[in-house]
């Protein structure tokens, strides 16, 4: 069965450094990687996604993800971190149906000024 | 472009009412889904439907819990006998096609059971 996790449940960063976000999967198949996000109280917000070709991925705001198929990970990365960024970010692959997203628990990441 | 709407943004219901969740995806797309999200949790699927055809009901109760998506008009999930249990975020999403296709995500409604 498909299946993502993000073994952190909190990331915290300081304002201006790098931040990384970890997610692995367990995929049969080809992987379809997805990174979302959410803002409290708001709907989520689709970053990025890792369907096929080169494995570093650009996405929103700035974000990228680099898909590593040797560690089966698919880690979210930023080189520079904001304040704004706080949130809860979720790795998501898609069921062998190709219509059911499986969700990681989430990461909630933390920027402190 | 609107991206996809939902409404209730918030909604409060008594043990023994009904919820109606409604859901316009976005222009264009004709393939909708539910999930669900506890607290804390990500996000569980419920249903995915096309336009007038309901494909996978596979996450959902098979009590009370129902979903439409006519050939006009809005999705809408509609839960019957609420009980506390029900209380969650419901977000519906939609997307052009299936398979790597990129869902799409409303704000959600926030259903609250008391």
């Known amino acids: 069965a498909q299946s993502v996790a993000q073994p952190e449940d909190q990331v915290n960063v300081a304002e201006g450094n790098p931040l990384t976000v970890k997610c692995t999967y367990s995929v049969s198949g080809n992987p379809y990687l997805f990174w979302y996000v959410q803002y409290p109280n708001r709907g989520l917000q689709f970053l990025l996604k890792y369907i096929t070709g080169d494995n570093l991925v650009k996405g929103s705001y700035g974000f990228e993800a680099e898909f590593n198929k040797s560690q089966t990970s698919f880690h979210l990365k930023k080189p520079s971190a904001l304040v704004s960024d706080s949130a809860l970010y979720f790795c998501v692959t898609l069921m062998d149906s190709n219509y059911q997203l499986i969700w990681g628990a989430g990461t909630k990441l933390i920027i402190k000024p | 472009n609107a991206g996809v709407m939902q409404n209730p943004r918030h909604l409060v219901r008594r043990r023994g009412q009904e919820a109606r969740l409604r859901c316009s995806p976005m222009?264009?797309?004709?393939?909708v889904y539910w999930y669900r999200q506890l607290p804390e949790e990500g996000l569980k699927f419920m249903v995915y439907?096309?336009?007038?055809?309901?494909?996978?009901e596979s996450g959902m109760p098979k009590e009370r819990f129902s979903a439409e998506f006519p050939k006009e008009g809005p999705s809408i999930l509609r839960i019957q006998q609420v009980v506390r249990g029900d209380s969650a975020a419901y977000f519906c999403a939609s997307s052009p096609g299936q398979g790597a296709e990129t869902q799409y995500f409303g704000p959600g409604t926030r259903l609250l059971v008391l």
């Open positions: 439907l096309q336009k007038e055809n309901i494909i996978d």
């Open positions: 222009k264009g797309h004709s393939h």
